[in-house]
């Protein structure tokens, strides 16, 4: 199986990139819509910790496994045809999430959600990555995360933007992230259309043999550092800022629910200029290592500030932001030239597959520290075990960004086009 790699002429790839952006959007709003409900499903519908934790974690679950082969489906059928496949399925979970009148129902949704999620992630940096191939692929991947970021931000700040909805308990704001999800649909649809129709290609088409599926999984040393550095980071960063960030704010620092939002919010609001730039200015001195510590060193350091310090909750909102900035910024065009082009995928595939690991059992160790030791409004000290666990698990991955650029240095590193030899 063969796979172009061309781009196309500048208006088509623009287009292109706009539509997976979309998609990408909607992808990230639905995930991130259980968090500014959360007070409310305890409050109307009596779930615990442990159950609203259960919302966000069996999302993961099934990627546990799935990813992969959602990699290597990528690889193998191409990144379009994946995008609008998966988009449904996100669609279906949406709705059973939305609709369900029990917590099963619910759990339900979010894991048919996570079934075509992950893999619709791999197909929008896929498709990025085919479509800038020969320029600074750091940027365009910047911003196509900024876009998902702007999901998220979104997500956490309808609690002002849709007050209304809010007021009318859990299931209207989850029906908008339905609605949403259904755009993510015609987006793809509208990709798909673009990718089989036929166009100037502005080049020579260069076609790259998929390689067979065993020897598919070796990759040098420096890609598995990347790795476990991935989970550890993402583990910690979205089981806190997804699941219980606007509960501790509320709880822990005294905010109410429409503050605690926008103040969880502005870790995307942050993202949305500052990974574009921090992909320009990686993408142009391809010195990713450096970047790539310095960003996983500032999660630790940012929520150890809002547990055991008096700083105001800005600061390390702010760092936070930062480190959501820069680290994905940073990440997979770095995974990009760690690997051959026609083993993206895969290689995107097994650190998802891992990541969502990490972040499924990030999200029920914290929700089962804070239903044991008692967390909530009246106790506030009961998070501390949460945050600690969150904190210890951050700085470990923080060391191995560290080991990842003792092994690679600092030097200059772009993508690799051609299938190259395993160092």
């Not at 995008?83 to 949406?94: F, K, M, N, P």
């Not at 908008?176 to 649809?189: K, T």
Request: a positive charge; charged letters at 10%.
């Amino acid at each position: 199986m063969t796979q172009d790699l061309d781009p196309p002429h500048a208006g088509r790839r623009w287009l292109v990139f706009a539509l997976v952006s979309a998609a990408f959007f909607g992808d990230l709003y639905c995930y991130d819509s259980i968090g500014p409900v959360a007070d409310l499903l305890q409050q109307q519908r009596h779930f615990s910790d442990t159950q609203i934790a259960t919302l966000n974690a069996i999302y993961s679950l099934p990627n546990i496994v799935l990813v992969v082969v959602g990699g290597l489906l990528v690889d193998r059928f191409g990144a379009s045809r994946m995008l609008l496949i998966t988009c449904v399925i996100c669609s279906a979970g949406a709705a059973l999430t939305a609709l369900s009148p029990s917590f099963v129902g619910m759990a339900g949704g979010r894991l048919l959600f996570g079934i075509g999620a992950e893999t619709l992630n791999i197909a929008v940096l896929t498709a990025v990555g085919r479509y800038f191939a020969r320029g600074n692929l750091a940027f365009p991947m910047a911003l196509c995360i900024a876009a998902g970021r702007l999901g998220s931000f979104s997500a956490d700040m309808s609690p002002n933007w849709l007050a209304s909805a809010y007021a009318g308990g859990w299931q209207p704001p989850l029906l908008i992230a339905l609605y949403i999800s259904l755009g993510s649909v015609l987006a793809s649809l509208g990709y798909a259309w673009l990718d089989r129709s036929p166009g100037p290609s502005g080049g020579k088409v260069v076609r790259i043999a998929s390689p067979p599926v065993l020897g598919s999984f070796r990759f040098r040393k420096a890609y598995w550092y990347l790795l476990v550095l991935t989970i550890l980071w993402y583990a910690v960063i979205l089981a806190f800022r997804s699941t219980f960030a606007i509960k501790y704010f509320q709880h822990s620092h005294g905010l109410d629910l429409a503050t605690a939002g926008a103040m969880n919010s502005y870790v995307f609001l942050a993202a949305l200029f500052a990974s574009p730039m921090f992909g320009w200015i990686c993408g142009r001195s391809g010195r990713y290592a450096p970047f790539l510590t310095f960003g996983a060193l500032l999660l630790p350091l940012s929520l150890a500030l809002m547990a055991w310090t008096q700083a105001s909750l800005w600061i390390g909102t702010v760092l936070i932001g930062i480190s959501y900035s820069l680290v994905p910024a940073v990440l997979w065009p770095f995974c990009r030239a760690l690997v051959p082009a026609n083993r993206f995928g895969l290689a995107m595939g097994l650190i998802a597959t891992t990541q969502n690991a990490g972040i499924a059992g990030a999200n029920l160790i914290a929700g089962t520290l804070n239903d044991h030791f008692a967390a909530g409004a009246q106790n506030p000290a009961g998070y501390q075990p949460m945050m600690l666990f969150f904190c210890l698990t951050s700085l470990a991955g923080a060391v191995f960004a560290a080991l990842l650029w003792g092994v690679v240095g600092g030097g200059r590193h772009q993508p690799d086009e051609q299938v190259a030899a395993i160092p």
